[in-house]
């Protein structure tokens, strides 16, 4: 029997339903409703299934289950699982907070003081202490932190806050292991987005990579201290379950260590793609990237009307701030990027999934909410607003750009972050806090399989607008604030 299958039956038995009774009032005929309740037929007919929930008397938990058996039932287990942990990361960067601050010189307590040259440390507590004190030390002297560790191992991790310093910081290079097929349940690899897009927010310099095998392998019980971290002054390896470690503050041993480390940072790829895009340098990566891209086949995840590619001269110089730095400079980058970014998409097919409200927020202010708030000067004009309204609705009616419209409810993302998905190629979060301005690029194939499918399957879910629907919306919108 099938998943949907056990659960119709069990409610069916529940509510003491027999299958006659049951086909006679849900108008099923009597031989598909007993191959839907035996999982002897498939059940493809979300009428049927509304149906016979309607007339079991379904509580809104009891639904929510025999939903959930009827979409693993059309995707299978492992997509379904896959979509559902894609769902929990965009979820979990609604709590994505910039970390501000610079890291106090504290030189280590013990170890290099003290010629030490190797030390076995017991006990969880100890470890996690010795963990930040070789960080701070890092941090303090300003040195490069050379991580070969998983991004859930928390107390390792937190202590990078050490490193949260803005531009001239010393860089974080962590090495993880990604398995080639998703793991058991198809889900280890996309585990690791959420964490590595928190450190990256609060890490300014930090290279991620990753290498191909079997994460048992590597940090198994056979690998009694798999967990390496590397700095200019220590080596320090660290117990499966990380309560020993060893610490070297000898030069030989440390020298060999990095060696070890340099080995494995070879036989590895670039993770994430980074960059701060405030000030323009944004606009010089992304001029790039527009002129070079395909943009066939692109999702795009916008919590407002993502009309940048819709600005002119005009517009950008109207509105962007005078007195950023290098204002002139910025100001012809991001006429040239809005130009080409244009073209490029005007080539393709570009879906946009918007959150309704925000949409709706914009067109109603003027404030422009996606970028930080000092990058412009004042809130669009009704006028301008009215300018751009009509070249998105010019775009969708090109049949080129095509407007979806989500309800805030289910909408994955806040103002902080939008996506830009293009299949099989790359994946682009762009985070913006404050005066924060961040790009960061995934390009491993397997994070951009299930990132797409999600999006994919969110455009065509019950929650979100049709394309007619959506522009229409956006037409009263226009009426309702720019033509009174």
């Given at each position: 029997?099938?998943?949907?299958?056990?659960?119709?039956?069990?409610?069916?038995?529940?509510?003491?339903?027999?299958?006659?009774?049951?086909?006679?009032?849900?108008?099923?005929?009597?031989?598909?409703?007993?191959?839907?309740?035996?999982?002897?037929?498939?059940?493809?007919?979300?009428?049927?299934?509304?149906?016979?929930?309607?007339?079991?008397?379904?509580?809104?938990?009891?639904?929510?289950?025999?939903?959930?058996?009827?979409?693993?039932?059309?995707?299978?287990?492992?997509?379904?699982?896959?979509?559902?942990?894609?769902?929990?990361?965009?979820?979990?960067?609604?709590?994505?907070?910039?970390?501000?601050?610079?890291?106090?010189?504290?030189?280590?307590?013990?170890?290099?003081?003290?010629?030490?040259?190797?030390?076995?440390?017991?006990?969880?507590?100890?470890?996690?202490?010795?963990?930040?004190?070789?960080?701070?030390?890092?941090?303090?002297?300003?040195?490069?932190?050379?991580?070969?560790?998983?991004?859930?191992?928390?107390?390792?991790?937190?202590?990078?806050?050490?490193?949260?310093?803005?531009?001239?910081?010393?860089?974080?290079?962590?090495?993880?292991?990604?398995?080639?097929?998703?793991?058991?349940?198809?889900?280890?690899?996309?585990?690791?987005?959420?964490?590595?897009?928190?450190?990256?927010?609060?890490?300014?310099?930090?290279?991620?990579?990753?290498?191909?095998?079997?994460?048992?392998?590597?940090?198994?019980?056979?690998?009694?201290?798999?967990?390496?971290?590397?700095?200019?002054?220590?080596?320090?390896?660290?117990?499966?379950?990380?309560?020993?470690?060893?610490?070297?503050?000898?030069?030989?041993?440390?020298l060999c260590f990095q060696e070890v480390?340099?080995?494995?940072?070879?036989?590895?790829?670039?993770?994430?793609?980074?960059?701060?895009?405030?000030?323009?340098?944004?606009?010089?990566?992304?001029?790039?990237?527009?002129?070079?891209?395909?943009?066939?086949?692109?999702?795009?995840?916008?919590?407002?009307?993502?009309?940048?590619?819709?600005?002119?001269?005009?517009?950008?110089?109207?509105?962007?701030?005078?007195?950023?730095?290098?204002?002139?400079?910025?100001?012809?980058?991001?006429?040239?990027?809005?130009?080409?970014?244009?073209q490029a998409k005007r080539r393709g097919?570009?879906?946009?999934?918007?959150?309704?409200?925000?949409?709706?927020?914009?067109?109603?202010?003027?404030?422009?909410?996606?970028?930080?708030?000092?990058?412009?000067?004042?809130?669009?004009?009704?006028?301008?607003?009215?300018?751009?309204?009509?070249?998105?609705?010019?775009?969708?009616?090109?049949?080129?750009?095509?407007?979806?419209?989500?309800?805030?409810?289910?909408?994955?993302?806040?103002?902080?972050?939008?996506?830009?998905?293009?299949?099989?190629?790359?994946?682009?979060?762009?985070?913006?806090?404050?005066?924060?301005?961040?790009?960061?690029?995934?390009?491993?194939?397997?994070?951009?399989?299930?990132?797409?499918?999600?999006?994919?399957?969110?455009?065509?879910?019950?929650?979100?607008?049709?394309?007619?629907?959506?522009?229409?919306?956006?037409?009263?919108?226009?009426?309702?604030?720019?033509?009174?």
């Open positions: 029997m099938s998943v949907l299958s056990k659960k119709l039956s069990y409610f069916v038995e529940q509510r003491k339903q027999s299958i006659v009774e049951l086909a006679k009032r849900s108008g099923i005929e009597r031989s598909t409703l007993y191959q839907y309740l035996k999982g002897k037929r498939p059940m493809q007919n979300r009428g049927h299934l509304d149906t016979i929930m309607s007339w079991l008397h379904l509580t809104p938990d009891e639904r929510a289950e025999i939903l959930e058996a009827y979409e693993i039932d059309q995707v299978g287990i492992r997509t379904y699982r896959r979509r559902r942990r894609v769902k929990e990361i965009l979820n979990s960067l609604l709590t994505v907070e910039e970390i501000e601050g610079k890291p106090q010189p504290a030189p280590f307590r013990t170890g290099r003081d003290e010629k030490i040259s190797r030390s076995l440390i017991c006990g969880e507590l100890e470890v996690n202490r010795a963990i930040h004190e070789v960080v701070r030390d890092a941090a303090a002297y300003g040195h490069e932190l050379k991580l070969l560790a998983q991004p859930d191992y928390s107390e390792l991790l937190e202590a990078l806050t050490l490193f949260r310093s803005r531009e001239k910081g010393p860089k974080v290079i962590q090495v993880i292991c990604m398995e080639a097929d998703s793991g058991q349940d198809g889900c280890s690899n996309l585990d690791m987005i959420g964490w590595i897009l928190r450190y990256g927010v609060g890490i300014y310099r930090y290279e991620p990579r990753y290498f191909y095998g079997k994460i048992s392998e590597h940090y198994g019980s056979m690998n009694v201290f798999p967990y390496l971290v590397v700095t200019e002054h220590y080596a320090f390896q660290i117990s499966t379950d990380r309560k020993k470690a060893i610490l070297h503050s000898d030069p030989d041993f440390v480390f340099r080995q494995i940072y070879q036989q590895s790829q670039p993770l994430l793609i980074s960059m701060d895009s405030f000030r323009g340098q944004q606009a010089q990566w992304a001029l790039q990237f527009a002129e070079t891209m395909d943009f066939s086949n692109t999702i795009e995840v916008c919590s407002g009307l993502c009309t940048i590619q819709f600005w002119d001269e005009e517009l950008i110089r109207t509105y962007i701030n005078k007195e950023l730095p290098d204002y002139e400079k910025t100001a012809q980058e991001y006429i040239a990027y809005t130009s080409a970014l244009y097919q570009i879906t946009v999934l918007m959150n309704a409200s925000f949409a709706e927020e914009f067109i109603k202010t003027g404030v422009f909410r996606e970028y930080p708030g000092s990058f412009f000067s004042k809130p669009v004009s009704r006028e301008d607003r009215k300018k751009l309204i009509d070249r998105i609705l010019e775009a969708a009616d090109e049949g080129w750009y095509h407007v979806r419209m989500i309800d805030a409810e289910d909408f994955p993302l806040s103002y902080r972050w939008e996506i830009l998905m293009q299949r099989d190629l790359s994946l682009l979060f762009q985070y913006s806090f404050y005066n924060q301005f961040r790009v960061f690029q995934f390009l491993e194939s397997d994070i951009l399989d299930a990132v797409y499918d999600f999006l994919e399957n969110l455009a065509a879910g019950p929650g979100t607008l049709d394309e007619e629907t959506s522009v229409g919306f956006l037409r009263k919108w226009s009426r309702r604030y720019l033509e009174e």
